[in-house]
């Protein structure tokens, strides 16, 4: 039997679950390369909060990634980057985690909360149409309906739509899936086009937490060529562990 998904705690939400201790916990898991974390990722946070009536979600950073192998920063940065974006915030968790698949991700997080917590994750639009019908599982019904055993999730539109009546695998699940409304000018922030941006020396204040932008600014990371190579950043443990 292979080995758990390991969970490391990168900051425990001050008022979240652990320390409110409700009957009945609602937890919102949005995982994400945060490669930055943008204002964006806060925004679905919180959106997810208010209107899922969350006591708490945690932003999971995955210590590798199927589907991008290579990352500009590496994950202890990413990690610190993350943390900054939420230390003001009392409903907003931060872990490092060895798995990156919903499940693999389910599977650490379960034992670290409460018997009986109620789990949604929370994707874009783009993720939920790349995690749950574009991704080449090898037997995708039954991926699908271990998933939706285990967990919820809450799609926010970007780009495009996501449409789960359009898949016939999908409809079945429709009462487990739930729509998050988001400000259309947040949701077209991506990190992607921020990293651009700081590659071509423009600034991104707009699309980062102050404290992101600001250790963005004095690291000198994500720099294009022409800028010259970033400083060292020294790895930094994670706080806490479990």
Request: glycine residues 4%; aromatic residues 6%; neutral net charge.
């Amino acid at each position: 039997m292979e080995d758990r998904p390991s969970w490391i705690w990168l900051r425990q939400a001050p008022q979240g679950i652990h320390a409110r201790q409700p009957a009945t916990p609602r937890l919102g898991a949005l995982s994400s390369p945060f490669n930055p974390p943008t204002r964006a990722h806060r925004a679905l946070a919180e959106a997810a909060l208010a209107q899922l009536d969350l006591h708490e979600v945690v932003c999971v950073l995955p210590a590798h990634l199927p589907h991008k192998p290579e990352l500009e920063l590496p994950v202890t940065v990413r990690a610190d980057l993350l943390r900054r974006a939420l230390e003001d915030h009392p409903r907003l968790g931060a872990a490092l985690c060895s798995g990156a698949l919903l499940l693999e991700i389910y599977e650490a997080l379960a034992p670290v909360y409460p018997s009986g917590t109620r789990v949604y994750f929370l994707l874009g639009s783009d993720a939920a149409e790349r995690i749950l019908i574009a991704w080449p599982y090898p037997d995708r019904a039954a991926a699908l309906a271990e998933m939706f055993s285990r967990f919820e999730v809450a799609v926010a539109d970007r780009d495009k739509k996501f449409d789960p009546s359009c898949d016939p695998l999908l409809q079945a699940y429709a009462h487990r899936i739930h729509r998050l409304q988001l400000d259309p000018q947040l949701a077209r922030i991506s990190s992607t086009a921020v990293r651009e941006r700081l590659k071509r020396g423009e600034p991104a204040h707009d699309a980062l937490p102050a404290a992101v932008a600001a250790a963005i600014g004095t690291l000198g990371l994500y720099r294009g060529p022409a800028a010259g190579p970033a400083p060292h950043v020294p790895a930094q443990p994670p706080r806490d562990s479990n």
